[in-house]
């Protein structure tokens, strides 16, 4: 049996969204531009976002006689946005930046060790008995040196580079923040064009993540045959096998003093994709602690559930024993457990 009347809040339409840097828009060489552009690789990547191109944008700015400024705010972003007939934004914001040279590790030797133990006795002992004009003449020197040095890099070929960036998503309509993450990144090798490369690959696949949460999955069971279903969202949404789903009971409405409340519905059961249509998917169910009807609704999880296990054992009344075990992605093809024991014994070799 199908439902014939869907839920409202399903989310079963791509978003239109606008992406721009927060500062220096103008410059596509930017760090705040490259972040950008790796937060709208990761939307488009995702499925769920119909991503409004820089391209696009500024050829509507340019309709309309106007150009993007070398920082857009929160007021401007949402202005563009409804220039471009968009739903939402995505404001990307540099926290902090910078790259240096560090000295690279260096491991020592225990002969090392000792002979640099060894120098630093002879060194205490010379500046001990360096004479006021000595030290005078050496210490100008030092600071020549430092100064000629000024602006060149020490240690080229290994910079660190760090990075905090903020993303936040605006509603087009309303104007105001729905939501934000702060993502950072740090790397500490290679030239400053490696060491970039590395820190912002490290972004990527946080994006990736955060974007996820930003518009989970809430769909419908609409039909049900053992414990298969059959749910109302497919790859159209960028859903892939494997994908693991909470299945609740429906909201309920009640008077309270007076006021209609609704009262949200509870986990019943887990259900995994097992086939992925375009804007339907097979599932089926893993875990039920209670029976799935058509019209559930089912909601995307964001991280996979993990599992438990506890055993006592005991012995003569006296000796015990506890055994743990931990998975992380039980209902995967491939899991990690961890396993623990603790207990008591005795000694029973003289009885």
Request: without cysteine; proline residues 3%; charged residues 25%.
């Amino acid at each position: 049996v199908v439902a014939q009347e869907l839920e409202d809040g399903l989310t079963l339409e791509k978003k239109s969204v606008v992406i721009l840097p927060g500062q220096d828009a103008e410059n596509p060489e930017s760090i705040s531009s490259k972040v950008t552009s790796i937060v709208a690789a990761k939307a488009v990547a995702l499925g769920r976002f119909n991503v409004i191109d820089r391209t696009q944008i500024e050829s509507i700015l340019a309709e309309q006689k106007r150009q993007l400024s070398g920082i857009v705010d929160e007021t401007q972003i949402v202005e563009i946005g409804n220039l471009a007939a968009a739903d939402q934004a995505l404001l990307v914001k540099i926290i902090t930046f910078g790259q240096r040279g560090v000295p690279p590790p260096k491991k020592e030797t225990k002969k090392e060790e000792g002979e640099k133990e060894e120098k630093d006795e002879k060194k205490e002992k010379k500046e001990y008995d360096e004479s006021l004009f000595e030290w005078i003449i050496k210490e100008s020197v030092t600071a020549g040196l430092q100064k000629t040095l000024e602006g060149v890099e020490l240690y080229p070929n290994n910079i660190q580079t760090i990075i905090t960036t903020e993303v936040g998503l605006l509603n087009i309509e309303s104007g105001i923040l729905e939501n934000n993450f702060h993502i950072s990144a740090s790397h500490t090798g290679g030239n400053k064009t490696a060491s970039l490369s590395s820190a912002l690959n490290q972004l990527g696949w946080q994006i990736s993540r955060k974007l996820r949460e930003f518009y989970l999955i809430a769909s419908e069971v609409i039909e049900k045959e053992g414990n298969k279903i059959t749910i109302l969202t497919g790859s159209d949404m960028g859903l892939e096998e494997g994908t693991i789903f909470e299945v609740n009971s429906l909201d309920q409405e009640k008077m309270y003093k007076g006021r209609v409340i609704t009262l949200p519905g509870n986990p019943i059961a887990l259900a995994r994709l097992t086939n992925v249509g375009k804007n339907t998917s097979n599932a089926e169910i893993i875990r039920q602690w209670k029976e799935v009807k058509t019209g559930h609704g089912v909601n995307e999880m964001i991280y996979d559930p993990t599992a438990t296990e506890y055993e006592i054992k005991t012995r003569n009344g006296s000796n015990f024993s506890v055994n743990a075990k931990l998975w992380w992605s039980p209902f995967k093809k491939f899991t990690t457990a961890v396993t623990g024991e603790i207990g008591t014994i005795k000694d029973m070799r003289g009885e």
